[in-house]
């Protein structure tokens, strides 16, 4: 109730009051996007009462994707992730409060920065480069390609990474080691990524079911994503986890909560940036997640540095598969977290001058050693190009838990000692030189009759 003050035609003043009913509209204002590069970007905006904040976005104006916030709030911030480099993105921004007012948007564009083109000069022949044989010829050219989106298949007990080779055998001794000396004391480089946090909750009874509390997930410092068929959640850091859960018929309820079940979820790790004697490397992990239900630190670490053990135990794995260990980049180490039975596949970054010099990038592999169940594998990685500093992409897959990786250069064996004499490693090779013989003395005795 307002008062008021009424004038006669005298000049009295006469007083009363006045009731003025009605909702004030709900208006989003400020409406901004900052912080864009070729995958990320951050939308901002400020309400005239306390609402939620969702944003939608797309190639088009149908947009197909949504991220939606639950806190009540006049100030508005969103993190769009995982989005595709060098492309324009429509986008609106809706706000709603508890009187069911609604603030919607105009459609609004931004464009994602453009990925460069990368291009290492090819060696020369005969031009003093080093590694076997010269210069290979090699030439890296090509933009870094953005890891493509998972597909909804189960990967309980396959693969991440399909098809992968089948794993190489490998065999002897002695290796020539460019920076990885016993008792180097130059410290690894490690970083721990918290994954979840209370309010998210998956697979907790074996039932595939997941709930995410959305104020808890912004109190996390978590982005939510909602999809029509998953739901991504990157939990911020430095650097930070990316979790990706599969459904169809996941619900968003009240915008304060999302639930349904879930078919399989999977986790992604922002890579590990370190700096060695060899140049700047990185490494990442990509694996099932099982199971969360509450706050798990993955550590990770990078080194270029190897006891006496594990280089001892590099050299038995290649020589054991009639490979010759040629040299160690650096090795990678995942722990703290339980993924034991479920495939971990791992990404690793090298200067492409290190792969020229040992061999180039088909003698490169990855050798995995548990070292819970001590089991060992060696890996033939996939190539994945060039990434943006001109770094080579190496990824591979380990059939067993996660754990020590190393990234490792080989050299094909030709013979195999064995006491005084020199055999030749493949048998057909030795079993025609035998036939060769017996046929010789065959003709040769049987001139000797004639």
Same mark, same amino acid.
């Given at each position: 109730m307002a008062p008021i003050f009424l004038s006669g035609s005298a000049g009295a003043l006469t007083y009363g009051k006045m009731a003025i009913s009605g909702n004030v509209p709900l208006v989003a204002y400020n409406l901004?996007?900052?912080?864009?590069?070729?995958?990320?970007a951050t939308v901002t905006w400020m309400t005239n009462g306390n609402a939620d904040s969702t944003v939608e976005y797309g190639a088009t104006t149908s947009y197909g994707s949504l991220i939606i916030n639950g806190v009540m709030t006049e100030s508005h911030t969103i993190y769009l992730i995982n989005l595709t480099p060098g492309t324009v993105y429509h986008y609106k921004v809706i706000s709603g409060d508890f009187a069911g007012n609604r603030a919607v948007s105009p459609d609004s564009t931004f464009t994602t920065t453009a990925i460069p083109v990368t291009v290492t000069p090819t060696a020369q022949s005969g031009g003093g480069g080093s590694g076997r044989g010269g210069g290979n010829g090699n030439s890296g050219l090509g933009p870094e390609s953005p890891q493509a989106a998972p597909q909804q298949a189960n990967p309980f007990g396959q693969s991440l990474l399909a098809p992968l080779e089948q794993l190489l055998q490998a065999g002897p001794p002695e290796s020539l080691f460019s920076a990885n000396n016993p008792g180097n004391t130059a410290p690894a480089v490690s970083e721990s990524y918290p994954m979840g946090f209370l309010g998210l909750i998956y697979n907790a009874n074996d039932e595939g079911t997941l709930s995410i509390n959305m104020a808890a997930a912004q109190a996390a410092g978590a982005t939510i994503t909602v999809y029509t068929d998953h739901v991504t959640v990157y939990q911020h850091h430095s650097p930070g986890v990316l979790m990706t859960f599969?459904?169809?018929?996941?619900?968003?309820t009240n915008g304060t909560t999302i639930t349904g079940p879930v078919s399989w979820a999977e986790f992604v790790t922002d890579p590990l940036n370190a700096t060695l004697e060899i140049g700047n490397v990185s490494s990442s992990v990509h694996a099932v997640l099982p199971r969360l239900i509450q706050r798990i630190d993955l550590n990770l670490s990078i080194s270029e540095n190897l006891s006496t053990d594990t280089l001892n135990q590099f050299q038995d794995i290649t020589s054991r598969n009639n490979l010759q260990l040629d040299a160690v980049a650096y090795t990678?180490? *995942?722990?703290?977290?339980?993924?034991?039975?479920?495939? @971990?596949?791992?990404? $690793?970054?090298?200067?492409?001058?290190? /792969?020229?010099?040992?061999?180039?990038?088909?003698?490169?592999?990855?050798?995995?050693?548990?070292?819970?169940?001590?089991?060992?594998?060696?890996?033939?990685?996939?190539?994945?190009g060039i990434d943006a500093p001109g770094n080579m992409i190496f990824r591979g897959d380990a059939h067993n838990d996660a754990s020590l990786f190393g990234?490792?250069?080989?050299?094909?064996?030709?013979?195999?000692?064995?006491?005084?004499?020199?055999?030749?490693?493949?048998?057909? *090779?030795?079993?025609?030189?035998?036939?060769?013989?017996? @046929?010789?003395?065959? $003709?040769?005795?049987?001139?000797?009759? /004639?």
């Open positions: 901004s996007v900052s912080g864009i590069d070729k995958n990320n599969w459904g169809t018929n996941l619900r968003v990678f180490d *995942v722990q703290n977290v339980n993924l034991t039975t479920v495939p @971990v596949n791992v990404t $690793f970054t090298i200067p492409t001058s290190w /792969v020229n010099e040992h061999g180039g990038k088909d003698a490169v592999r990855i050798i995995h050693i548990s070292k819970e169940t001590g089991k060992q594998e060696l890996i033939d990685p996939v190539y994945g990234l490792v250069t080989v050299a094909q064996n030709t013979y195999l000692n064995s006491g005084m004499f020199v055999w030749p490693l493949h048998m057909e *090779v030795l079993i025609g030189g035998i036939a060769l013989l017996v @046929v010789i003395a065959y $003709f040769g005795w049987w001139k000797r009759r /004639v």
